[in-house]
């Protein structure tokens, strides 16, 4: 199944569509080391992302990350409350070279972050690392997940970067296989 959705504002204009697949994703945020993270996620998620943002990196590369988080996050609550049988928790222990992290997910309906990593240095390239814990809290606040990451092991920090987004790919796969049965993962019936 498939799930678009644009989103313009005076600082973004997005198109992103999102598909429970592992058709060739496209991806063209505009920020080159985003590009990287959002291509490595779709290949160790299983999910196919079609991104074409335009925004106002003249300035920093702040809204156009966040505004992705953001629409990434409500295509994947579409998915969810489509779907509705999953394994609902994952997690994922990841080694970049020198670097080690760990994600665990839950698809609980309840939003929580919990960003814990010390990235190295400010700059990976022009790219803040800060907008990684932005881009990761707009994702997870509207797609409605528990997660917390954990950088175990520091480094490089494009490594560090990398292994916390392969980290989230491979918990969230994992949180959203099938399960044989067609009842919602809770004890209450429902995950709002």
Same mark, same amino acid.
């Given at each position: ?21 592992? *058709? %060739?994703?496209?991806?063209?945020? #505009?920020?080159?080391? &985003?590009?990287?993270?959002?291509? +490595?996620?779709?290949?160790?998620? /299983? ?54 992290? *760990? %994600?665990?997910?839950?698809?609980? #309906?309840?939003?929580? &972050?919990?960003?814990?990593?010390? +990235?190295?240095?400010?700059?990976? /390239? ?67």
């Amino acid at each position: 199944m498939i799930f678009q959705k644009k989103r313009n504002t005076a600082e973004t204009q997005l198109s992103i569509r999102l598909a429970d697949d592992s *058709r %060739t994703s496209e991806i063209n945020t #505009g920020v080159g080391f &985003l590009n990287h993270m959002l291509t +490595l996620f779709t290949f160790h998620s /299983g999910l196919s992302i079609v991104i074409e943002a335009n925004g106002d990196t003249d300035v920093d590369d702040h809204h156009v990350t966040e505004d992705i988080g953001i629409v990434l996050g409500q295509l994947l609550l579409d998915m969810i409350r489509e779907r509705q049988s999953f394994q609902r928790y994952g997690v994922s222990y990841i080694p970049m070279d020198e670097t080690l992290a *760990r %994600t665990i997910v839950d698809i609980s #309906g309840r939003p929580y &972050l919990s960003f814990n990593a010390d +990235l190295s240095k400010e700059k990976v /390239g022009t790219f803040d690392t800060e907008l990684v814990e932005e881009f990761l809290r707009a994702l997870v606040i509207n797609a409605r997940l528990t997660a917390h990451f954990d950088l175990l092991r520091g480094g490089n920090t494009h490594h560090e970067i990398e292994a916390i987004f392969k980290s989230f790919a491979r918990a969230l796969k994992m949180a959203l296989s099938q399960t044989d049965n067609e009842t919602i993962p809770s004890s209450k019936g429902v995950i709002e």
